[in-house]
């Protein structure tokens, strides 16, 4: 069976920012730490675009989504994700399957 990666939405609403893997190098990857690696210096929702001008093309190249209850969200593999909770929320992601 193939990994089927997904957020399913259980109670509440949470806003999901998704950006393609081509655009990994303008998501500024955090390399100082092998830990974060896979994180990106930039505040998805208040990018400083001055220190990090190439974001802009990421948020474009990208989507977003609302995630209500009972909602499920396939995320692609080596997607970029930034997730925000909009109401008290509760959800569960499922990676290893």
């Known amino acids: 069976m193939r990994k089927r990666p ?3 939405q259980v109670k509440g609403s949470k806003r999901v920012l998704l950006i393609p893997p081509a655009h990994e190098a303008d998501c500024y990857p955090i390399t ?4 974060q690696n896979n994180s990106s210096q930039v505040d998805a929702e208040a990018p400083d675009l ?3 001008p190439r974001f802009a093309a990421a948020r474009v190249a990208g989507c977003s989504v609302d995630l209500h209850a009972g909602d499920l969200l396939y995320v692609p593999r080596r997607w970029w994700h930034h997730v925000r909770s909009l109401s008290s929320s509760m959800s569960v992601s ?4």
């Open 94 to 97: 499922i990676w290893w399957l």
């Open 6 to 8: 997904h957020l399913s």
């Open 50 to 52: 001055a220190r990090f």
């Open 32 to 35: 100082a730490d092998r830990l």
